[in-house]
DNA sequence: CGAGCTCTTGAAAACCTTCAAAAACAGTGG
DNA sequence: CCACTGTTTTTGAAGGTTTTCAAGAGCTCG
């Protein structure tokens, strides 16, 4: 599936590379001998970039695209943890030896990633500190971020959660049109009842609902946000505007 | 609360600060230094050791007492995240500035800690990136294991969730007896409840249950595990043996 | 021995899932 | 262009799980 390929032009992504939290203030020569010992890789839209209990061998950098980042449960229900786009940091757990994924990325629309070897970045990590410290930095956030997800899964009820979550995706995934923000996501239903821990048919009930107040407009494989004031509303559960 | 303390014999609290994980394979003298750094801190039961919101000024080690880590909700719900006992490390991301603790931390027993400032911190990683690196290992370590208790809140029944605390709880801070693994827990119907998003009465009705069944033994704030195996097979939702 | 917790229990209600089936849609090939 | 196919979404009805509310029982400690 991945397809290395050493011939890209680096000026656009170069961007990118200066701005996710890996990376941060480094110096243009740090960044340089950083770029130096990446590879690209490719991945076309479906495609698995790593699966859950496989090695852990690489640590990524997304460049264009968007990952689903899911663990599958052993009775086979799936649940997405995360979904990553351009700038996104991935499968750092890299770094160290003998490590494990502990779940499943796959390729959600054609992807380019950069990518460095466990020993790699192990080695960038000694050379440069700072790469070591911007890295703890960026898990310590995530960390914080998840408990605040996994405290929003133990108290809120379903509507309120697929709310928050279709806030979030819009921030990061949506583009801005004249409607409002708008989501494309394949087998969306499935999908966000896979973020929110409930059921598809839930998540349609719901948006059907919202679509009939006017707060969303959503069709097959998108949704698009026109009101996200009333849906943050719901997500606190806060008396309705 | 917090009593500041220089005099304590520092021999038996070595072995702690040895095994956990932030400070594993430094050499004596390092730890040593390390140690030179460190405040004492004291705290009696039910005391506060930081304030979910407060500025996060400390890092810790817990070397004698159990902790108990949770977060409130808008609507005044609480959801205990962790219990922490002695070795354990606490509050990581007070090395980074402007750091804001994400939850509060309150002693569930006496509790004996040591604790570093921020910028205490901060000079030791940087004069020994051994700490910096064994704390990125550990804070994923613990972005793991909370990924599967998201993907367990995610997916499981109450029941499983609660046999599932109770054997984690069991692991980490029971005391083996002739009977089985026994738990003191103040509150406990209500701490469990906060442990796996539900409530206090469904956790009563579920540890009743099993009281009849001969699997665990319950009283007044206290819990003992009589078998551990069929707690587990309920856990993970096997045919019962 | 009474006050204040902690825990249990029952009944009703709320919430959500499950199952089944139909409708809507996109893409394909004739 | 249209019928066909497979996927995605919607909807209804039934059922299960869990919460909520209310009240009582049991323990502990001053």
Redesign the interface.
Same mark, same amino acid.
């Given at each position: 599936m991945a397809k290395k390929d050493q011939t890209i032009q680096t000026s656009p992504h170069l961007q990118i590379m200066v701005n996710t939290p890996l990376f941060k203030g480094l110096s243009v020569d740090v960044l340089t001998a950083v770029l130096n010992q990446a590879q690209y890789y490719n991945f076309s839209s479906q495609s698995f970039i790593f699966h859950q209990y496989d090695k852990a061998e690489n640590i990524y950098v997304i460049l264009k695209g968007q990952v689903c980042l899911s663990?599958t449960?052993?009775?086979g229900?799936q649940?997405i943890?995360n979904m990553f786009g351009a700038g996104d940091n991935m499968a !750092?757990?890299s770094? +160290?030896d003998k490590a494990i994924y502990?779940?499943t990325a796959e390729a959600v629309t054609d992807c380019l990633l950069l990518g460095w070897s466990s020993q790699t970045m192990q080695q960038l990590?000694?050379q440069y500190?700072r790469i070591?410290?911007n890295?703890?930095?960026f !898990?310590?956030s995530? +960390?914080?971020e998840?408990?605040?997800?996994?405290?929003e899964?133990?108290?809120k009820r379903v509507e309120q959660r697929i709310a928050h979550a279709l806030l979030r995706l819009s921030q990061k995934h949506g583009q801005s049109t004249s409607d409002g923000i708008f989501l494309k996501l394949p087998n969306s239903r499935q999908m966000i009842a896979e973020m929110?821990?409930t059921t598809l048919y839930t998540v349609s009930r719901t948006c059907r609902q919202w679509e009939e107040l006017g707060l969303i407009q959503s069709g097959r494989e998108q949704v698009t946000i026109l009101n996200p004031v009333s849906l943050s509303a719901i997500a606190?559960?806060l008396p309705q505007i």
């Open positions: 663990q449960t052993s009775a229900k649940v943890i !750092i757990l770094v +160290f502990p779940l990590m000694e500190p070591a410290l890295t703890l930095k !898990i310590t995530r +960390f914080v998840l408990q605040d997800r996994y405290r899964l133990a108290t929110t821990g606190q559960e």
